[in-house]
């Protein structure tokens, strides 16, 4: 089959082996109020418009994400513009009504080792598979049929601590209660395998497992690699091996700066990182030769550059990111986290023009 007559999902895995492909593969995030207004500006969709704006080579099928308390979302009280809600998982946050950006954490339930071990080990245990197994049928069809290299998001075991203890429970149990994190992040893990499992038996060809754990800062990684190495390493290790087991990729994506994690990434035999901050000092152009024919990297492109609106900035920022990932082979375009609204639509085409001026391999 020659370049010109590759899919989606051929390019990608092209790019996975680093075999000759025509162009680098293509996937983007995009916050609610980023569609809000280009609407106003002519796009006709949602966030799916946007993706085929782009020419999206991914598709994903939807977010697993298994809670202790599938289902609960209890408003305690309100505003006209936020609301304060205990979520699935028992923590309490206020939120906006009307539009996306990062909660107020009010408080944690599980704030002990005996509550978990009590309350929240036995109820997310014991929860039912919470995959919603139609949706993913329906959505892979569609996918398929669009020759998409098809992947599911999932929240991994770190992500899990943070969501049901929070960052400072989480922080002081790494040192003083280790065996309590280790456990946290065990048994998510089993219930996570547990949903992959119920997905793998309807019997779809799915292509790759996309996991999310935010576990770093814009300077250094929440824990110490030690830390990461001896409680959430050996989960994200059997993770990854659950997908090459069963024929996947295993894309891990966290914000910040996990320079200092890159070889413990490799060891645990993840295939790609994603967003790689810029912000975060994250920089394809120092990563690439290091590490780009052992793990592919996807993304990078500043979303601070772009909010600038700036053409001239913005192809500088493009072009030698591209061309140090297309020397790897092992590169495909993401911008450094979500595109936020202070982008224009008419800025948005012109970086996707640049996609396929620079990232062409003819």
């Known amino acids: 089959m020659s370049k010109a007559q590759l899919t989606g999902r051929e390019r990608v895995q092209r790019m996975f082996e680093r075999q000759d492909h025509d162009r680098i593969p293509r996937y983007d995030s995009y916050w609610d109020e980023t569609i809000n207004r280009w609407q106003g500006e002519g796009l006709v969709g949602e966030h799916a418009a946007a993706l085929d704006l782009l020419e999206t080579d991914f598709q994903s099928l939807g977010v697993i994400w298994p809670s202790p308390f599938p289902g609960q979302r209890i408003v305690l009280e309100e505003d006209t513009d936020t609301e304060?809600?205990?979520?699935?998982?028992?923590?309490?946050?206020?939120?906006?009504?009307?539009?996306?950006?990062?909660?107020?954490?009010?408080?944690?339930?599980?704030?002990?080792?005996?509550?978990?071990?009590?309350?929240?080990?036995?109820?997310?245990?014991?929860?039912?598979?919470?995959?919603?197994?139609?949706?993913?049928?329906?959505?892979?069809?569609?996918?398929?049929?669009?020759?998409?290299?098809?992947?599911?998001?999932?929240?991994?075991s770190f992500e899990e601590t943070r969501k049901i203890v929070g960052d400072a429970v989480v922080a002081v149990a790494m040192a003083t209660d280790p065996e309590w994190v280790a456990d946290m992040s065990r048994t998510y893990t089993d219930c996570l395998l547990r949903e992959f499992e119920a997905i793998n038996s309807l019997g779809l060809e799915i292509d790759g497992v996309f996991m999310w754990g935010d576990m770093a800062y814009n300077r250094n990684t929440f824990c110490s690699p030690k830390m990461y190495r001896e409680l959430i390493w050996p989960d994200h290790k059997r993770l990854a091996d659950w997908a090459h087991t069963h024929g996947m990729k295993f894309i891990y994506h966290t914000d910040g700066n996990v320079n200092r994690v890159?070889?413990?990434?490799?060891?645990?035999?993840?295939?790609?990182l994603q967003p790689l901050e810029a912000k975060a000092s994250m920089d394809i152009r120092d990563l690439c030769p290091k590490y780009g024919d052992r793990i592919a990297l996807q993304g990078n492109i500043n979303v601070m550059v772009m909010m600038t609106n700036d053409h001239e900035q913005i192809e500088q920022e493009m072009v030698s990111k591209f061309a140090a990932g297309k020397a790897t082979k092992g590169y495909s375009y993401h911008s450094d986290h979500s595109v936020p609204p202070q982008v224009s639509l008419e800025t948005y085409q012109y970086i996707v023009s640049l996609i396929e001026r620079y990232g062409s391999y003819d």
């Open 84 to 156: 304060i809600v205990r979520d699935a998982f028992g923590a309490t946050g206020r939120f906006w009504k009307n539009k996306s950006g990062t909660p107020e954490h009010i408080g944690f339930d599980c704030d002990s080792r005996e509550k978990w071990e009590s309350i929240y080990k036995p109820a997310i245990v014991n929860s039912p598979i919470q995959t919603d197994l139609e949706s993913f049928k329906t959505k892979y069809a569609i996918a398929r049929k669009a020759g998409r290299w098809i992947h599911w998001h999932s929240a991994e």
């Open 262 to 272: 890159m070889d413990l990434y490799i060891e645990a035999g993840f295939d790609a």
